[in-house]
């Protein structure tokens, strides 16, 4: 139980930076405190399942995406593939159309 909770408070704090929202403006939008969203990413407070699906809301995302593991992970490497891999293969192809 506690791996679930671990990863549920990382990914809180992955997409809330992804986004680029503050602890502050993650509790509005999920009409909480700022305090609360500080202690779920800290791993001091655990929510109850309302809270979890008014962030998951706030942050425009499924709820389960905040028990992917290692999303931030998966999310950085499907990033670096795209930038090394595949926009070389797009330019190269672009180059030779025209």
Known sequence: MKDFFEIFRLNVKFYREQKKISQSQLAIFADCTSGMIGQIEA???KPSFDRIINIAAALHIHPADLFLRNASETISHTKRILKSELLPQIEHF?????
């Open 43 to 45: 791993g001091i407070s």
């Open 94 to 98: 672009i180059d030779h159309r025209l």
